[in-house]
């Protein structure tokens, strides 16, 4: 089994920064691409930002030059640089990735979700 751990949700005042990051842990052979989803009260699940393995980034429009997505494949780990928010950006946060196991088998798990709150 695989699992993603998230961190680094929180309070921020609009115009500020937070840094989420999400490990993956188990038995691990290769991670694909990871993501960065939101959900805002009321509304539909959304991508925020993905990165393959070879770092080619895509982001949502509303996030673009302000949001940044990296990862360090040594520890299994992608960050989400989150700066100029906004309380429209007030959201769960979730972290997914497509995760190979040493026992070939496939996963793309969900994390359990931070909450990043942006006041104004």
């Known amino acids: 089994q695989v699992h993603l751990i998230e961190s680094g949700g929180g309070l921020a005042q609009a115009g500020g920064s937070l840094r989420l990051s999400c490990a993956a842990s188990?038995?691990?052979?290769?991670?694909?691409?990871m993501g960065w989803y939101r959900q805002a009260p009321g509304k539909q699940r959304e991508l925020v930002a993905t990165i393959a393995v070879e770092g080619n980034t895509n982001y949502a429009d509303s996030v673009k030059g302000r949001f940044t997505i990296s990862r360090n494949n040594a520890k299994n780990t992608v960050y989400l640089q989150m700066n100029s928010l906004k309380p429209e950006d007030t959201a769960v946060y979730y972290c997914t990735a497509g995760i190979l196991t040493t026992t070939m088998r496939y996963y793309d798990p969900w994390g359990q979700g931070t909450q990043v709150t942006v006041s104004s």
């Open positions: 188990g038995t691990i052979w290769r991670i694909n691409t």
